[in-house]
């Protein structure tokens, strides 16, 4: 679903598949200690981020992305959900 990376270089993909040519609501926090990945206003995932690529050069994501966030703060499960059902 999601790919994250962290500063020694590892990194690793958050559970879930996306089905090609279906939307999704996907959005991340983080609150401190640990990334949180929401899949449809859903927890899919907490990990210790690119949007779009990878970190080894030439991968990309092949697909659409829309309404891309950033907000100054983490967001809640709830905010999170607001956002899936009624928008940004």
């Not at 080894?56 to 905010?79: C, K, R, T, W």
């Amino acid at each position: 679903m999601l790919h994250w990376t962290d500063s020694a270089g590892r990194h690793a993909i958050s559970p879930g598949k996306l089905k090609p040519k279906t939307w999704y609501h996907l959005a991340r926090t983080f609150g401190g200690k640990a990334l949180m990945s929401y899949k449809n206003g859903k927890l899919a995932g907490a990990k210790d981020s690119l949007i779009g690529a990878h970190p080894i050069p030439n991968i990309f994501f092949q697909g659409m992305i829309d309404d891309v966030a950033i907000f100054d703060g983490a967001l809640s499960a709830e905010e999170i959900k607001r956002i899936v059902d009624r928008g940004l």
